[in-house]
């Protein structure tokens, strides 16, 4: 049986996932960008941390590990190209591996470009993938580390799973991501209800994230570079995908 996932807001714009195993009760997190919300969560529902799941070294996704660990001793899952930048790990990962949670077998994406090292935890049964700050709603995280091909290749990776995957990622930028998504100049019915929508739910205080894969596909300009309308915006019909999307992160930095 698919596993629930409850999302928690932190800090001003983050968000961290709970993933809770009703039949056995494990509790698995997916990044500590602060431990107050997140201890507040656990309590509310009664639950016992057993897991916790990195997916990249950045502080507003790491610095409320201590105090949650003070509370909750659990396992620290993260990325073995990581394991120099953060808190020590009971179980090191490289793109491939498996670990079990609950009975689902969870498979590790090397997503790096926002950082190298970054990966994502892709959860089949509960049709969910933990992107962190790689793939998110409407857009994808900024280079700090690694290369715009390096990027390309890990949203092709999380582009390749099942449309119906959940999409659960770090921060609430969609509203941003769907502003910078009209400056494109794409005439696009389906992108244009998705930037309403989205606006609508800011509007009410309605969370953007999760969001679907399918929708992202459709809609995400970091994940259309093939995208015949998107290249004609864009004046670059017909070239490479990876040069459209180099050019959209380009554009995104300086927007």
Known sequence: MPHQIVTIPCLSDNYAFLIHDDTSGATALVDAPEPGPILDELKT????????????????????????????PAKIIGAKADEHRLPPLDLAVTEGDTFEFAGESVSILDVSGHTVGHIAFHFPDTAAVFTGDSLMAMGCGR???????????????LAALPDATTVCSGH?????????????GEDNATVAQRIADTADKRAKGIAT????????????????????????ALSMEGAAPVDVFTEVRKRKDTF
């Open 209 to 232: 994230v999760p969001s679907n894969l399918g929708l992202e596909k459709q809609t995400n300009p970091f994940l259309r570079s093939a995208s015949l309308a998107l290249q004609k």
């Open 45 to 72: 529902r009664g639950w016992t941390l057993s897991h916790v799941l990195l997916t990249h070294h950045h502080w507003d996704h790491i610095d409320g590990l201590p105090d949650i660990l003070a509370a909750h």
């Open 143 to 157: 280079l700090f580390e690694g290369t715009p091909a390096q990027m390309f290749a890990s949203l092709s990776k």
């Open 172 to 184: 609430e930028y969609t509203a941003a991501n769907c502003a910078f998504a009209v400056s494109l």
